[in-house]
């Protein structure tokens, strides 16, 4: 087997073991249905409870190893094109959902953040399911527009600054879900009732995005200097120069959204979930359906 082979078949174990632990993190929001917040007064542990904390457990030990396997194949793939792997949409893509996986792991080690595995494990074997099924192009030399140290630093600086995005959206997501049923007569029950308060959730992600805007506009910044270096000129609307600084812009409003009382909370969680679209789309739907500079990075 050689390594390029290696590489391709840890990827796709990689997203299969995504999406089991994606089911197991599914079975573990659905047994906790109807779940009290309590626990019993005699000290008894409940039977669901148990088996809500062995499926959440089992999902994180399973996300784990899938990481491990994911962060084999970046690794063998940059070894096999004898480069950093990253210099297409299929590299980009499966880098940037490592740095996302890496992200949701310190967070479950150091904060306790296994309610975010569902939508992060989802977000793992889609995008890697897509990106062995539909991005996948064979080992390959730079073009020559990527012979440059900004090559590693425009894209190490979007991939991680993409980690904190697609994190936070996931936040917001469950900030909505949560507050909306804070909001009713009812009491928090389930699996919801095992999340942080929807204020909590709503400082969380706003900490993300707080740490990834000023990367991404490092990212913007970085990006315009290797355009200089490569084509002789820092900017020309280029369909993907574009899109990153909408993308930059949607952001920009999120966090003053944020800063303006009448807008925290709920329509500020809509803007970080419209921004992490735009992001992806940036990566993806501008490489597929426009032709730039940038088209050497599609499919």
Excluded at 31 to 44: F, N
Excluded at 205 to 217: I, S
Excluded at 258 to 268: E, L, M, Y
Aim: net charge positive; charged share 10%.
């Amino acid at each position: 087997m050689t390594v390029s082979e290696l590489s391709d078949l840890s990827m796709v174990a990689a997203a299969v073991a995504y999406l089991v632990a994606f089911f197991l993190h599914s079975g573990e929001w659905a047994s906790a249905r109807g779940l009290a917040t309590t626990r019993p007064v005699d000290g008894s542990e409940d039977p669901s409870r148990i088996r809500v904390d062995l499926l959440g457990r089992l999902a994180v030990g399973v996300t784990v190893l899938a990481f491990l396997v994911h962060a084999l194949a970046v690794v063998t793939r940059g070894l096999a094109a004898e480069r950093w792997p990253w210099g297409n949409m299929y590299e980009f893509v499966t880098a940037s959902l490592m740095f996302a996986v890496l992200a949701y792991l310190i967070a479950v080690w150091k904060l306790g953040g296994r309610w975010l595995g569902i939508g992060v494990t989802l977000l793992a074997a889609v995008g890697l399911g897509a990106a062995v099924t539909v991005f996948y192009v064979d080992v390959a030399p730079l073009v020559p527009a990527l012979h440059s140290v900004w090559f590693i630093i425009h894209i190490v600086a979007a991939a991680i600054s993409g980690a904190a995005f697609n994190i936070g959206a996931i936040a917001s997501v469950l900030y909505l879900l949560r507050k909306r049923v804070e909001a009713g007569a009812a009491p928090v029950r389930g699996y919801l009732a095992k999340l942080p308060t929807a204020a909590k959730l709503d400082v969380f992600a706003y900490r993300l995005h707080a740490f990834a805007f000023p990367l991404w506009t490092f990212t913007v910044a970085a990006g315009a200097i290797w355009a200089q270096y490569a084509w002789g000129r820092f900017w020309n609307w280029d369909p993907k120069e574009t899109w990153s600084f909408v993308t930059w812009v949607i952001y920009a409003a999120y966090l003053h959204a944020r800063a303006t009382a009448g807008w925290k909370g709920t329509p500020a969680a809509i803007i970080a979930i419209i921004g992490v679209a735009s992001f992806w789309f940036n990566f993806v739907g501008v490489n597929l359906l426009f032709s730039g500079l940038h088209s050497y990075a599609g499919i």
